[in-house]
T-cell receptor, first 115, second 111 residues
Framework: DTAVSQTPKYLVTQMGNDKSIKCEQNLGHDTMYWYKQDSKKFLKIMFSYNNKELIINETVPNRFSPKSPDKAHLNLHINSLELGDSAVYFC??????????????FGPGTRLTVL | QKEVEQNSGPLSVPEGAIASLNCTYSDRGSQSFFWYRQYSGKSPELIMSIYSNGDKEDGRFTAQLNKASQYVSLLIRDSQPSDSATYLCAVRYGGYNKLIFGAGTRLAVHP
């Protein structure tokens, strides 16, 4: 039984296209995240939602738009894809406990390749 | 700019040896520190978390934290070839569990 799942696993597309990645968690967590891991393996936070509210919004081009229809789902839509968007995108979730230990559980990742 | 620094490696150790992975961070106010393991082509998984100065042990893994020196390390005893992976150090900033990751250290354990 998958805890954090993402679809699709692989995404190959042309520059200029618009694409979406979906994420779902069945852990009952309140907080979800999107990370980008580039070719140098640097894992960087992009967005975080807590109970459908955007709480972390890093310096990301506004071509990237997250959407959380409910606290179990967090989708990422990317407009006008560019070559530099090629990376592995990880979704994660956590209970959202701000005061103490709060483990983030990662999904399997979506490898996006922009041609 | 919050930074987390790690030696990219590769760190090569023989099977059965102790592997020592190091991490430094820039923000003195940081309180929570994490080590994640990432196998090639897989997602990061949490190995250890540490919040207080000193050592924390879990099986073959020991995390060490020195807040005065802004330094956190991970020791892996009796290293096994299955420990070969990239180890990511992460530091929590702020109240919303924002994690800043280091670039990771690649560990290779050879038989």
């Amino acid at each position: 039984d998958t805890a954090v799942s993402q679809t699709p696993k692989y995404l190959v597309t042309q520059m200029g296209n618009d694409k979406s990645i979906k994420c779902e968690q069945n852990l009952g967590h309140d907080t979800m995240y999107w990370y980008k891991q580039d070719s140098k393996k640097f894992l960087k936070i992009m967005f975080s939602y807590n109970n459908k509210e955007l709480i972390i919004n890093e310096t990301v081009p506004n071509r990237f738009s997250p959407k959380s229809p409910d606290k179990a789902h967090l989708n990422l839509h990317i407009n006008s894809l560019e070559l530099g968007d090629s990376a592995v995108y990880f979704c994660a979730s956590s209970q959202g406990d701000r005061g103490g230990a709060d483990t983030q559980y990662f999904g399997p990742g979506t490898r996006l390749t922009v041609l | 700019q919050k930074e987390v620094e790690q030696n990219s490696g590769p760190l090569s150790v023989p099977e059965g040896a102790i592997a020592s992975l190091n991490c430094t961070y820039s923000d003195r106010g940081s309180q929570s520190f994490f080590w994640y393991r990432q196998y090639s082509g897989k997602s990061p998984e949490l190995i250890m978390s540490i919040y207080s100065n000193g050592d924390k042990e879990d099986g073959r893994f020991t995390a060490q934290l020195n807040k005065a020196s802004q330094y956190v390390s991970l020791l892996i005893r009796d290293s096994q070839p299955s420990d070969s992976a990239t180890y990511l150090c992460a530091v929590r900033y702020g109240g919303y569990n924002k994690l800043i990751f280091g670039a990771g250290t690649r560990l290779a354990v050879h038989p």
